[in-house]
């Protein structure tokens, strides 16, 4: 089954803004996997139907703390879910899943790209 983002309405925005500050709250109060490291939440995407919660976060570190992270993160979704369930007034707690942010690596990559090029000199006057 194929879940679409959700429209610009105002109550998936509200329930996904709601999911975020749990999932932010989890994972600095309760999250205890040593595999998680430092995390920054970057967005939240949900579906229409409030079924699906897509977290988009980012990794302090390595690619190896990156891996890690998310084998950890995917671990711990049935507890965000069920602290989902028990902050949250929704019919229907959403199946939380954690999706790498590259976003801000691709920016960096791009500048860093950019500082490298040579700068056409300018003809003389």
Same mark, same amino acid.
């Given at each position: 089954?194929?879940?679409?983002?959700?429209?610009?309405?105002? #109550?998936?925005?509200?329930?996904?803004?709601?999911?975020?500050?749990? &999932?932010?709250?989890?994972?600095?109060?309760?999250? #205890?996997?040593?595999?998680? @490291?430092?995390?920054?939440?970057?967005?939240?995407?949900?579906?229409?139907?409030?079924?699906?919660?897509?977290?988009?976060?980012? &990794?302090? @570190?390595?690619?190896?703390?990156?891996?890690?992270?998310?084998?950890?993160?995917?671990?711990?979704?049935?507890?965000?879910?069920? #602290?989902?369930?028990?902050?949250?007034?929704?019919?229907?707690?959403?199946?939380? &899943?954690?999706?790498?942010?590259?976003?801000?690596?691709h920016m960096?990559?791009?500048?860093?790209?950019?500082? @490298?090029?040579?700068?056409?000199?300018?003809?003389?006057?």
């Amino acid at each position: 089954m194929k879940h679409r983002s959700s429209p610009p309405g105002r #109550r998936p925005r509200r329930v996904a803004e709601q999911v975020r500050q749990v &999932v932010t709250a989890f994972l600095t109060e309760e999250a #205890r996997d040593p595999r998680i @490291g430092l995390v920054t939440v970057t967005n939240v995407e949900i579906t229409r139907d409030l079924t699906r919660a897509t977290v988009s976060y980012v &990794v302090h @570190g390595d690619a190896d703390q990156r891996e890690k992270t998310q084998e950890g993160l995917e671990a711990a979704a049935v507890a965000v879910r069920r #602290r989902l369930g028990s902050e949250l007034q929704l019919r229907v707690v959403p199946e939380v &899943v954690f999706k790498l942010d590259t976003g801000s690596e691709h920016m960096a990559h791009i500048a860093r790209l950019l500082a @490298g090029l040579d700068r056409p000199e300018e003809p003389p006057s």
